[in-house]
């Protein structure tokens, strides 16, 4: 039977991720709340025809159009009163939001109900990432608020750090291998 | 005169990597890896400044001072302590 993989936030890391993740044997949820703008369309796999729309929305829409993947959309923001049914039967569970509090809301979350979780973590320059499983990730707190990836500047590592994140689940789907590692522009380090 | 571990590293220490404007490397040095957060912070910007990290361009204005600080003691696929100096990481 096909694993569940539920993506929490479907912007820079996430979009691209699901793009990279449309050969897999899994059935994907996609959970945001958020709707496209089109600044977006710069540094994320949504395109204008998505701008105005519900990005986990646009995200199932763009993946059917494009290539028949379906992907279950959740345009709800996930709160601590809600994780627990919104992740309840996933497999696999992968953090792309962007705010500490939210990542803490996962890891407790999936910490409780046993869920394996991959995090993507990308500084607001682009000049550093990490791709993380749960048991060794922390959030950064205070760092949110600033503008990031203006005009698709930081796409090109957006794209690698998201392709990291696609081997790392790719071989967690293999064999359970839980593979973390930190990224910067010039490479990859292994944690 | 102590045993010298792999990489030159005595027990208790450790390399410290550095992430500075999207460039990467480690400190010629070995630190404590147990070594305060201020203190890390420090040697790591008085190397940036001089220029002084293989694959890190001197910044006179190197300022590390809301960077985060990982460690990581060693494990068989890396067999030494690392502690890393990096941005924060909000992002998704």
Same mark, same amino acid.
Request: charged content about 25%; some cysteine.
């Given at each position: ?16 991720l ?32 998505g701008?105005?729309?519900?990005k ?14 379906r ?8 709160? %601590?009163?809600? %994780? %627990?049914?919104?992740?309840?039967g ?21 910490? %409780? ?34 503008a ?24 967690f789907?293999k ?15 292994l944690? | 005169?102590? +045993? ?8 208790? +220490? ?69 502690v ?9």
């Amino acid at each position: 039977m096909d694993k569940t993989i539920v993506i929490i936030g479907v912007g820079a890391l996430g979009s691209h991720l699901v793009l990279l993740g449309r050969n897999w044997p899994v059935r994907f949820t996609a959970i945001d709340f958020d709707r496209v703008e089109k600044k977006n369309t710069m540094s994320q796999f949504h395109s204008r025809m998505g701008v105005g729309r519900n990005k986990a929305q646009a995200m199932q829409q763009a993946m059917q159009g494009l290539f028949g993947l379906r992907l279950e959309a959740v345009p709800h923001k996930l709160t %601590a009163d809600n %994780a %627990a049914r919104l992740l309840d039967g996933a497999d696999l569970v992968v953090d792309c939001v962007d705010n500490a509090e939210a990542r803490r809301v996962i890891s407790q979350t999936v910490r %409780a109900a046993g869920i394996p979780c991959l995090h993507g973590a990308v500084a607001a320059d682009g000049s550093y990432a990490r791709v993380m499983w749960d048991a060794s990730f922390s959030p950064d707190e205070g760092a949110e608020g600033v503008a990031t990836c203006e005009d698709g500047e930081h796409l090109p590592f957006v794209a690698f750090v998201a392709a990291r994140m696609a081997d790392a689940v790719q071989r967690f789907l293999k064999d359970d291998e839980q593979v973390s590692s930190h990224l910067h522009p010039g490479g990859i380090l292994l944690v | 005169m102590s +045993e010298l571990y792999d990489f030159g590293l005595r027990p208790g +220490e450790a390399r410290l990597n550095i992430t500075w404007n999207g460039q990467n490397g480690d400190l010629p040095d070995a630190v404590d890896y147990d070594a305060t957060q201020q203190q890390l912070r420090g040697w790591a910007e008085e190397a940036i400044r001089a220029g002084s990290i293989p694959g890190v361009r001197a910044d006179r204005g190197a300022d590390l001072s809301n960077f985060v600080v990982d460690r990581f003691p060693a494990t068989p696929a890396i067999p030494y302590a690392r502690v890393m100096l990096r941005p924060k990481t909000p992002f998704g």
